[in-house]
């Protein structure tokens, strides 16, 4: 039987909760503050100006940050539109289609996300090198045209977008395989005597008893993406021409380089709300349909 | 009939034996295209179409990135850093996701979903308040400022209920009718039957602060206290010429190492995290 709350209980949790609330909740409440406010960076806290919701106005016509808005919508989207396809591909063939090498493949696959972000971001920064780097080699070895990659307005946004798969397909993988580990045989065999083939299989047994950890998958690849920050830092500082500016940098540049506070705050509001808008409208996609999930 | 369906397996073998060799290939060309270039001259790294293979593997960009930059200093700052973020975390997760899984009291469900709820938080959203309150306590640039916003994490809490949640209460009930008190309970009845779920997280919580940049960036500003990833990203600053681009990878290289280290002799236990947050989500 759960123990009734004692001291203990709440003397367990302090520490924990304590921090959370000290640097998490109070700095999320500060931030929203500071956004109604005009304050420089560089002045104490004591200098700011109360401006209302001025900050947030001001975003509307502001071209730096709508394409920074743009972007990051744009690469979370691209960014998932790879991931949930081919992480559920990924699973499927591990878990069912390859005999022997599943536990090598699944490390091979899982190695890139233990690797600090700049490090993936510098390496292929230099893979993408037009005249040095070898995939303009081999995509001419193909008879592809060459590309500029992270030197054209209109490549470098997926050229970060690619690398970003690379470093993470094999956890979204790992998570899609735990959740087909969940589905028991009896279903499959069911199927099989019914006569499904291996895609009716698939679409009848397998993705819906994977709603939820589709879901999962989903939702934790928003979170990620939402907040790209290192690769832009280090690699394009949002250039060329504003293509790879994203909402995380340019809060990032806004409040640390141009020291406005106040305006910073507002934009990482704006973030923030997009990932709960983006996050609900998916919980309300995939929980809605009328099947229900395990 | 039969020798023909035992064909059609043999080919379906083979075809997925070379699927699984192109993903490894996919999977490990970076990784080769790092450790390849940190080997080459400058006159290889600058050939165009690329030389893959350098003809005379030398290790003078090793040697040139650590006269660069200071690694031997940031290792130690990384170990530092990663190392007691990893135990606060391992000791707020162990008491709170305790608490979560065996004690009960009003408003536990709520308390427990805002906790997850800070997992949704993009660290930025509150980065500048953040530096400002480590700012007035006096703590930029230094070890505890890198570390104290990090002790507790919403993940790790939750890590633990979800294990804790599986050990049988008759266990705890026979402790406490022997006088135990819930300290003794947590570290001397429930730790021990964690292993596997206290080494993922300790595993997990350790490559993800030695991988740490934003917070690091903004909080750490002299270079002697730079971490790993502080360092190589200002290696790069100072040597992205494409002629350096053996010390760039030699810097990266370095970087990589632990945290691929860490997983390859560890691996088992950063799958059953990952396994255990999705399904039991």
Redesign the interface.
Known sequence: MLTRPSTATWLLLAPGLGLLLAFVVTPVLLTAWISLNEWSMYTPLSGMTYVGLKNYLSLFGDRVFNAALRNTLAYAGLCLVLILPLSFLLGQFLYRGLARGRAALRSVLFVPYMIPTIAVAIIWSYLYSPLYGPLNQVLGAFGLPRQAWLGSVDTALVSLVIFNVWQTIGYYTVLVIAGLTQIPDVYYEAALIDGANALQRTRYVTLPLMRRTLLFVVVIALINTVQVFEPVYVLTQGGPANATNVLSFQVYRTAFEFGQAGRASAMAFVLFLVLVAAVGAVMRLLRGSPEGGP | MTAARGRGRVAT?AL??A??LA??A??????F??LA?SLKTPQE??????V?LPAAPSLDAYRQAFSVVDYGRAFVNSLIIAGGTTAGIL???L??G??FA?????GKAL?FNL?LA?????????????F??IEALGLVDTYLGAM???????FG?FLMRQFIAGIP?EL??SA?IDGA???TI?WRIVTPLLGPAVASLLVFAF?YH??S??WP??VLQSERMHT??LA??RL?SYTSA?RF?NV??AG?AV??LP??L???LL?RF??TG???T??K?
Do not use: C
């Open positions: 073998g997925s034996a699927l699984a993903i490894a996919v999977m490990l060309f970076p990784l295209w790092m270039s790294l600058q050939a165009s179409p690329p893959w000791l707020t997760s008491m709170a305790y608490v065996k004690h009960r009291f009003r308390l906790v800070t997992m949704f938080l993009p660290p930025i959203v509150t980065l500048v308040p953040l400002k309150v104290l916003p990090y002790l507790a994490n919403a809490i209460d705890l009930e406490r008190s819930e300290w947590l490559v030695w991988n940049f934003l960036l903004t790993v990833v190589l990203n790069v494409i681009q760039v990878m990266a970087a990589v945290s691929v860490i997983f390859l691996q950063f799958i990952v396994a255990t999705g399904v989500g």
